[in-house]
């Protein structure tokens, strides 16, 4: 089971940036393809960015050009740097292997 902490989240005014950081356990990490989803009030949870072993990365549409998946395998630690963030990017922010899923970041954009 990989721990997974999420830190970095915080109240931003629109057209703010943010970045989250996820650190995670274990001496495997290089080998996970780490995500970022999202839920918002009401919602349901939705992927945000991916990003390969490799650096292979993948995103919503709804955040391409915004917001930029990073990785730093030596660290253990993705990275999720958010620009232009607008309302609507409001949500708790969970980082994830897919199976182990952090306790999330609250992100809320607003004035």
């Known amino acids: 089971q990989v721990q997974l902490v999420e830190s970095g989240g915080g109240l931003v005014q629109p057209g703010g940036s943010l970045k989250l950081s996820c650190a995670a356990s274990g001496s495997m990490f290089s080998l996970y393809v780490m995500s970022w989803y999202r839920q918002a009030p009401g919602k349901q949870r939705e992927l945000v960015a991916q990003i390969t072993g490799g650096g292979t990365t993948n995103y919503a549409d709804s955040v391409k050009g915004r917001f930029t998946i990073s990785r730093d395998n030596a660290k253990n630690t993705v990275y999720l740097q958010m620009n232009s963030l607008k309302p609507e990017d409001t949500a708790v922010y969970y980082c994830?292997?897919?199976?182990?899923w952090g306790q999330g970041t609250q992100v809320t954009v607003s004035s």
């Open positions: 994830t292997t897919l199976r182990d």
